[in-house]
């Protein structure tokens, strides 16, 4: 048996037991393929951690960079209460356009907004809206941009605020200094601002799995 087959194994015995799909995340995943969106959703256990790090938080506001069809929206969602409120920020409108209806059949459209553009042009419309802190912020958008969006989570965060950076191994890139590559240099910047900033503790963690070698960082933002 190879390597990634027992990271496929491993995920499915994970998922069954700790983080099961229901209909309407399974939905999500198929409506995602119907339209032909790239399948580089978060797994089951990732979309379970999320839910579980808001739930810790007891969050109320969440921003999430990056919604391609709404499945990890769905995960962070339900951490919400009734009245919470979640921001999701996507870049492309097919992909905007599933997502809402993904969102509306897991019945929190409610509580989620999905916002359509660049997210460099809607953050700081969002900002200029003077909104409570967010609890929780998850980042997984187009990784050159990765240090200006945590640059952006501090400003729309406060003390005690988490900020979740996905996709940092980029299947080990990331250690290459010397590398022209925009998604690996982005995280890179994101990583060591992370790493040297006052106002935020932070750690990377690798991962293996059905998405192959990967990894976040995640960091917690001080006072």
Do not use: C
Request: no cysteine.
């Amino acid at each position: 048996m190879s390597e990634s087959q027992v990271w496929d194994d491993v995920d499915a015995y994970f998922t069954a037991h700790l983080s099961p799909e229901d209909d309407t995340l399974r939905a999500a995943l198929r409506d995602s393929e119907a339209a032909e969106l790239p399948m580089i959703n978060v797994t089951p256990t990732q979309g379970k951690l999320l839910k579980l790090l808001a739930e810790i938080q007891g969050a109320r506001t969440i921003l999430e960079i990056g919604t391609l069809a709404g499945y990890s929206t769905i995960w962070l969602g339900r951490a919400l209460p009734a009245d919470g409120r979640l921001i999701s920020l996507e870049y492309n409108a097919k992909h905007a356009e599933v997502a809402t209806r993904n969102i509306a059949r897991a019945g929190l459209d409610k509580v989620v907004e999905v916002r359509v553009g660049p997210a460099l042009e809607s953050l700081p419309k969002l900002a200029d809206e003077n909104p409570p802190p967010f609890d929780l912020v998850f980042i997984d958008a187009d990784k050159a941009n990765n240090p200006h969006y945590v640059e952006w989570a501090l400003r729309l965060t406060s003390t005690g605020s988490l900020i979740v950076l996905d996709n940092v191994v980029r299947a080990g890139r990331v250690v290459d200094a010397d590398t022209d590559a925009p998604d690996v240099r982005g995280t890179r910047a994101a990583i060591e601002m992370i790493g040297s900033h006052p106002r935020l503790s932070g750690t990377a963690i690798q991962t293996v799995g059905g998405k192959g070698y990967d990894g976040f960082a995640l960091a917690r933002v001080l006072a």
